[in-house]
């Protein structure tokens, strides 16, 4: 059983930044492409950003270039989406997942996932 951990969720006002954090015991995730996804009440599940297993060619949803980064640490075997100029819109639960060595923003390719944060941008 792999379990991802995501971390530093939380309340933030309009235009506010926070930086999520995807952590994993069982596995290496320095060996895998991860993908942040959010899933907003009543809407898909859809990709944020994915990055392949070497840190290298991110890929980013429109709605969130410019405004998110996606890094990896390998040596603290995490990997981070740093998110700022946040917006109501950006309200959802977001979540890490793992997929082979690229990147791919198909969610169907990814095979572990984690149990999410809630992020909630308001005033």
């Known amino acids: 059983q792999v379990n991802l951990v995501e971390s530093g969720g939380g309340l933030v006002q309009p235009g506010g930044s926070l930086t999520l954090s995807c952590t994993a015991s069982?596995?290496?995730?320095?060996?895998?492409?991860i993908g942040w996804f959010r899933q907003a009440p009543g809407q898909e599940r859809e990709i944020v950003v994915a990055?392949?297993?070497?840190?290298?060619?991110?890929f980013y949803a429109d709605s969130v270039k410019g405004r998110f980064i996606i890094s990896r640490s390998n040596g603290k075997k995490a990997v981070y989406l740093q998110m700022n100029a946040l917006k109501p819109e950006d309200t959802a639960v977001y979540y890490c997942?793992?997929?082979?060595?690229?990147?791919?923003?198909?969610?169907?390719?990814?095979?572990?996932w984690g149990q999410g944060t809630q992020v909630t941008v308001s005033s």
């Open positions: 997942a793992t997929s082979g060595r690229m990147a791919t923003m198909l969610k169907g390719e990814y095979d572990y």
């Open positions: 069982e596995i290496l995730l320095e060996d895998y492409a």
């Open positions: 990055i392949d297993y070497e840190g290298e060619k991110p």
